[in-house]
């Protein structure tokens, strides 16, 4: 079963800041990698699929990256609703049973 | 517009058995796989199970496998999550999430989930 791990568990980022969370999986997941976003009492929203392909409606300051085991949200210049939970998936396998941890991104 | 209504959670006493059901509308509804994913209080996401377009291909987490049987039905677009013998440990926030195409990918959309609590 492939381990998806995230890292760090809590990110504070000032708003206005970049910030960078990680993604790693066990073993090689090509690009099939998905990133959420979920908000307190909300379901979770789909940011980005394809490891860098921003879901519609999503905006430009997300940005994703990597292929193979390691990989990277970035988010530019931090807005105060960015502030949430994130979560990476890989889909690679059937069944694509594996999330990550999760990373809390609050406010410095 | 793409809608996913999940129903039929509740408070159920360990070993007993639940429905859920989840309702969708918006899309070629019988084009998709569904997946269930659920949340914990105060926990991460975990998947839980997934049925292709066509209700040909399915399967669990470990944690419920066996005991809990996941179908669709393509002409009402409604897939369901069939619960027996629950657990405590199976309370938590389940959500039905369309899938981007016909078995795996990224989960596009998802409805807002309906409440498992299982206690005595």
């Known amino acids: 079963e492939i381990v998806m791990t995230q890292s760090p568990a809590t990110l504070s980022v000032s708003p206005g800041e970049r910030a960078t969370l990680s993604c790693r999986a066990s073993q090689s997941i090509s690009t099939n990698l998905a990133w959420y976003q979920q908000k307190p009492g909300q379901a979770p929203r789909l940011l980005i699929s394809?490891?860098?392909t921003r879901a519609t409606g999503i905006p430009a300051r997300f940005s994703g990256s990597g292929s193979g085991t390691e990989f990277t949200l970035t988010i530019n210049s931090l807005q105060p609703e960015d502030f949430a939970l994130y979560y990476c998936?890989?889909?690679?396998?059937?069944?694509?049973?594996?999330f990550g941890q999760g990373t809390k991104l609050e406010t410095k | 517009e793409v809608q996913l209504v999940e129903s039929g959670g509740g408070l159920v006493q360990p070993g007993r058995s639940l429905r859920l059901s989840c309702a969708a509308s918006g899309f070629r509804f019988d084009d998709y796989a569904i997946h269930w994913v659920r949340q914990a209080p105060g926990k991460g996401l975990e998947w839980v199970s997934g049925i292709s377009w066509n209700g040909h291909t399915n399967d669990y987490a470990d944690s419920v496998r066996g005991r809990f049987t996941i179908s669709r039905d393509n002409a009402k677009k409604s897939v369901f999550l069939h619960m027996n013998s629950l657990r405590p440990e199976d309370t938590a926030l389940y959500y039905c999430a369309k899938v981007s195409g016909f078995l795996s990918g990224p989960l596009d959309y998802w409805g807002q989930g309906t409440l498992v609590t299982v206690s005595s």
């Open positions: 998936q890989q889909y690679n396998t059937w069944p694509p049973k594996t």
């Open positions: 394809d490891a860098s």
